[in-house]
């Protein structure tokens, strides 16, 4: 299992920015499907950002345009930069592993919380 672990999230207002990383202690990301998924309070997880090797990231609507995903493999992190937060954006953000081109994913991190003020 990868173990990952997120961090970088916090408090902000609307419009403000704030860039999530995630990295695992035991395992290279490199070459793998990775995603950002996010869980607000009495909501469903949902696929956020997909990072698929090969392919062109992908980015759900209600954050495209807004969000981006990235890795950098020689530091063994994967990322979220968030701009023009919403007050909906609002939730624990997740890394994972995942199928690559699917949002199944096969190790989790513990999740970092992130709230937008309006």
């Known amino acids: 299992e990868a173990q990952l672990a997120e961090s970088g999230g916090g408090s902000v207002q609307a419009g403000g920015s704030l860039k999530l990383s995630c990295t695992s202690s035991?395992?290279?990301?490199?070459?793998?499907?990775m995603a950002w998924f996010r869980q607000a309070p009495g909501k469903q997880r949902e696929g956020v950002a997909g990072?698929?090797?090969?392919?062109?990231?992908y980015h759900a609507a209600p954050v495209k345009g807004r969000f981006m995903i990235s890795r950098d493999d020689a530091k063994n992190e994967l990322y979220l930069q968030m701009n023009s937060l919403k007050p909906e954006d609002s939730g624990v953000y997740y890394c994972?592993?995942?199928?690559?081109?699917?949002?199944?994913?096969?190790?989790w991190g513990q999740g970092t919380q992130v709230t937008v003020s309006s």
């Open positions: 035991v395992s290279s990301i490199a070459g793998k499907c």
């Open positions: 990072d698929w090797p090969g392919t062109d990231t």
């Open positions: 994972a592993v995942v199928g690559c081109g699917s949002w199944a994913a096969s190790s």
